[in-house]
Nanobody, 127 residues
Framework: QVQLVESGGGSVQTGGSLRLSCVANGYTYSGYAMAWFRQAQGKELEAVASCHRDGITFHAIYADSVKGRFTISRDMAKNTLYLQMNSLKPDDTAIYYC??????????????????WGQGTQVTVAA
C-alpha cells in the first residue's frame, strides 16, 4: 500500500522560499510519474509540477504560473519527492498535495493519472 507523507509547509512573506518534501512509503514504481498539485480555498485543484525518470534522465514539466520559480526533484534513494519554491507570491497560498502514479511513465499535469495522494501541507504567503 502506497502512503505519501508531505511536509515542509508553513507561512512565509512574499518573496520567500519553502521546500516541500513527500516521502513515498511503499511506492515501488521507480521512474514513474510523480507530481505536486495545489488547491486554494474556494478554488479547484491546480497542477503545479510533474516529473519522471527515464534511465538516468530526469524530466519535469511545470504549470505556467510557477515556471522559473518552482523546481521539482526526486531522490530515488530516499524515495522522496521535493518541491523547491522560490519567489513566493500570495497567489501561491494553498494546500499542496503530492501525487504518484502506478500506471503513467511520463510526466503529466493531469490529476486523473495519479492513484495515490498525500494528505496535503498548507503553504501561506503573506503580502
Amino acid at each position: 500500500q502506497v502512503q505519501l507523507v508531505e511536509s515542509g509547509g508553513g507561512s512565509v512573506q512574499t518573496g520567500g522560499s519553502l521546500r516541500l518534501s513527500c516521502v513515498a512509503n511503499g511506492y515501488t514504481y521507480s521512474g514513474y510519474a510523480m507530481a505536486w498539485f495545489r488547491q486554494a480555498q474556494g478554488k479547484e485543484l491546480e497542477a503545479v509540477a510533474s516529473c519522471h525518470r527515464d534511465g538516468i534522465t530526469f524530466h519535469a514539466i511545470y504549470a505556467d504560473s510557477v515556471k522559473g520559480r518552482f523546481t521539482i526533484s526526486r531522490d530515488m534513494a530516499k524515495n522522496t519527492l521535493y518541491l523547491q519554491m522560490n519567489s513566493l507570491k500570495p497567489d501561491d497560498t494553498a494546500i499542496y498535495y503530492c501525487a504518484a502514479s502506478q500506471y503513467t511513465r511520463y510526466r503529466t499535469l493531469d490529476p486523473q493519472a495519479y492513484q495515490s495522494w498525500g494528505q496535503g501541507t498548507q503553504v501561506t504567503v503573506a503580502a
